[in-house]
């Protein structure tokens, strides 16, 4: 769990295992199949991206409990990926 800049609560999972003391994750945002619960965090080839639903660029994600500090720039570091 983390939050977006307005400080919404947003979702996710770790997109592999990553050993104690990994210093950098990616993490896949929660999804929906349904139109009207879609997540706001589009990026990738848009030439406006829809960042209301990214984590905010500096926080902490909260895994199992425990805080995480963080930072990343949504502009560039939000990539489009799906599996078929």
Do not use: H, W
């Amino acid at each position: 769990m983390g939050r977006n800049a307005d400080g919404g609560e947003v979702s996710g999972k770790a997109f592999a295992d990553y050993p104690s003391g990994t210093q950098t994750i990616n993490v896949l945002y929660e999804t929906s199949d349904v139109q009207d619960n879609y997540m706001e965090c589009q990026v990738g080839g848009l030439t406006v991206p829809n960042l209301k639903g990214c984590f905010e660029k500096d926080g902490t994600l909260s895994i199992d409990g425990q805080e995480y500090p963080y930072t990343y720039t949504p502009e560039s570091d939000n990539k489009n990926d799906r599996t078929m």
